[in-house]
């Protein structure tokens, strides 16, 4: 038999609810605190995304950044589940859906470069979510208690200057290419920390970390650095990044 027509076309997403939400105890235990995350694949590449960041606020319950598929969430069928923040109780594992900070991505777009967006790191500090739109290029803040979205800083792009005068197309031609916000941390002089993984190319060392204070001035603390994906604290105020 000859070949079908019309060519296959890969989907650009597709979905499922295997997300979960799992305690990781001193003795190797393993427990899973809260299932049915959504999770998705990500165009044709096979990159998987989903639920992603997460953040106690001490009084027994967690943050769950989910993410979604990029540059493809105003291209699927929204369910309300994806690009959310939730709330999960950690004795019960009941969830709660804190907001949709895809919509807001869709609605606004703080780094209005293009409409894209897929959750990543979270931090909690007094009411307050603050959640790295990797996809998006912004840290957006949340109100725990009403949902109420605000953009905390649009971290936008990075330049490199080793893309020449034709700069990067996707960025109005600047030479620059995406910050990609990754991880977020409150850090023990109650600043912000925020890593970036940076896009494509991924350069050798141009991701950096840094410092935001909690009214949104930035400040630099860590340059040279390649693909950050996380930043913690020791006990001593010692800084950790993780690089890929």
Known sequence: AGAGTPEPVSPISLRGTTGKLSRFDADGTVTVVADGFQSYTFGGNGEIVGPAGVALDGTGKAYVAVGAPGPYIADIELTGEENVLVEVDLAS????????????????????????????????????????????????????????ITTFAVTGGID?????????????????????????????????????????PFPV????VDAYTLDGQRHDFATGLTMVTDVAFASDGSAYAVMM
């Open 93 to 148: 594992g009941e969830k709660r859906i804190v907001a949709d900070l895809g919509q807001y991505e869709i609605a606004n777009d703080p780094d209005p470069m293009a409409i894209d967006s897929n959750l990543y790191g979270v931090a909690v500090r007094d009411g307050v979510a603050y959640v790295a739109d990797a996809g998006g290029n912004s840290i957006l803040s949340v109100d725990i208690e009403t949902g109420e």
């Open 205 to 208: 060392g141009l991701a950096r």
């Open 160 to 200: 490199a200057p080793f893309l020449g005068e034709d700069g990067n197309p996707l960025r109005a031609g600047d030479a620059q290419i995406d910050s990609v916000p990754s991880g977020l941390r409150i850090g023990p002089d109650d600043r912000l920390y925020v890593t970036y993984v940076t896009g494509g």
